[in-house]
């Protein structure tokens, strides 16, 4: 028996590794497709890209994880399954369950490691990664110019809508933004239908060749009660030059500085626990606060107060409740109805934006609390997909990379993309934390049951003609009983 632990194992091990080794490979590929955009044209050394792709591998490791557990469970007892060796087995009285018995402590024992692992090394990635990546793109500002969205650089906002070229200097539909110190907003707006980025990326000064544009600049005038009739510079231009300089945003850059440090990924389950306790008194408080504002702003004394600044006859005497109103006269009681009907409304929106703000905040609590269940999750997920793997091998009788990858695939993403629905559902309250983040663990448990049950009693796991055949007896006509004559 020792000699069959012993050939398992190292099969398992062997197929583990080796699995594992190609999908990290591929996974970091696809990391560096990913982020290419910040990476490029940032004169970044050798030493940076190293950092940040030696931060990017621990982020990768809860998908390729349980994916290796369960495609190296397929290969290897679909190859035992494939050879007859399982016949050889039961034949001498050896069942499913001995055979995966020696590789349940080790399967036991990464679930144990990935915990940990989960619990240090990925929040450490997290918050290595992130920071590095922001600091990247503050780097070089020149290729910080992204497509669609406003990008602000010094006192300059701009935007483009495409960008072309072999390191993307050519420019569609530029809008830019300029802000003056002296004065709050943006007085100045440059628009134009092309454009080209003429400046090296190692210079301190981005030169914009803006080309076919118009050039807008309201007046700030001195006396504000002018300020709704003030004009503004319009001009046009075919050619324009525009300069900014990027010199002391490049020489102030600590590529290794931590500024985010807050993120829910990037903390431990003990400051995770912490922040959280932080963030619920915070939201008792604020809606405590709240509700003691409320009953005073809609308190009795309030709306009598009101009525009495809109009072015109100081001579009328307030003698009951029941003749409030008739000791006003109609504009003063129409002033009343108006102040009050605005006072409700400033009341609904002021409720509805508390009330967003408290889901905000009742979000971030769920996303903290979602990310302490997921590092059980990653253990648990680990286990199960090996009592996945281990029978759905035996059942298939396949081993190598065809069928066994094609069906481990499938299994996997069905539970990965289970796991980030129910994350994003939970995460906005249309469920608990816990069950966003168990509830793809809890739909592969009893799938691992019934393929572990379906394995042990050497049976398919989908019994395709009888299925059929039961489905259409469904539907034939049954034969009549004879009848009796009496």
């Known amino acids: 028996m020792k000699i069959l632990d012993r050939y398992i194992l190292t099969q398992f091990i062997k197929t583990f590794l080796s699995v594992f080794i190609v999908l990290m490979f591929i996974l970091i590929l696809q990391a560096i497709w990913l982020y290419i955009k910040e990476l490029a044209g940032k004169d970044l050394d050798f030493e940076t890209v190293a950092k940040f792709m030696m931060y990017t ?34 034949s001498n009285g050896i069942s499913l369950q001995r055979a995966m018995r020696s590789l349940m402590f080790v399967i036991v024992g990464i679930g144990v490691v990935s915990f940990f692992f989960a619990n240090t090394v990925i929040p450490w990635g997290n918050l290595k990664q992130k920071n590095l990546r922001n600091n990247i793109a503050r780097k070089a500002p020149s290729m910080a110019i992204g497509e669609g969205t406003f990008n602000q650089i010094g006192d300059v906002n701009i935007k483009v809508g495409k960008k072309s070229g072999d390191r993307g200097q050519y420019l569609n539909d530029v809008i830019i933004h300029k802000k003056n110190p002296a004065k709050y907003g943006n007085y100045t707006v440059i628009k134009s ?42 001009t046009a231009f075919e050619e324009y030059t525009f300069n900014i300089d990027v010199s002391k945003l490049n020489s102030s850059v600590n590529i290794d500085e931590e500024v985010v440090t807050d993120n829910q990924k990037m903390l431990r389950m003990d400051e995770l626990a912490t922040s959280i306790d932080t963030f619920s008194f915070q939201l008792t408080e604020n809606l405590k606060l709240y509700r003691n504002s409320q009953f005073e702003t809609w308190s009795p004394n309030s709306f009598t107060a009101m009525a009495k600044r809109q ?5 009328v005497v307030l003698t009951s409740s029941a003749n409030f109103m008739k000791s006003f006269s109609n504009t003063s009681k129409l002033a009343i109805y108006e102040n009050a009907l605005n006072s409700i409304k400033r009341q609904t ?22 990310e302490i269940h997921k590092k059980f999750v990653l253990g648990v997920a680990c286990i199960l997909l090996f009592f996945i793997g281990a029978p759905l091998g035996a059942i298939i009788k396949k081993g190598g990379l065809g069928l066994p990858l094609v069906i481990a695939v499938v299994f996997f993403l069905t539970y990965h993309f289970i796991g980030i629905f129910a994350e994003k559902a939970a995460s906005e309250g249309a469920m608990p934390a816990w069950l966003g983040a168990w509830l793809s663990t809890l ?30 007896e469904r539907f034939k006509k049954k034969p009549q009983a004879p009848k009796t004559v009496v």
């Open 193 to 234: 239908t092309n454009g080209e980025l003429k400046s090296s990326l190692k210079s301190n000064i981005i030169q914009l060749v803006l080309e076919d544009g118009n050039y807008y600049e309201d007046m700030y005038p001195q006396d504000l009660t002018r300020s709704a009739s003030s004009p503004f510079i319009k």
């Open 349 to 370: 929106a002021a409720v509805r934006n508390r009330v967003e703000q408290m889901n905000i905040e009742r979000n971030r609590i769920t996303k903290f609390e979602i």
């Open 57 to 90: 591998v621990p982020l990768i490791v809860p998908l390729a994880l349980p994916l290796s557990i369960i495609v190296a469970s397929i290969m290897v007892f679909g190859s035992l399954a494939e050879n007859y060796e399982f016949a050889a087995m039961k």
């Open 443 to 472: 739909i592969i448990f009893p799938i691992g049951i019934y393929i572990t049950y379906k394995a042990t009693k050497d049976q398919p796991l989908i019994e395709f003609n009888r299925s059929i055949t039961t489905f259409f």
């Open 311 to 315: 009072q015109t006859d100081s001579t």
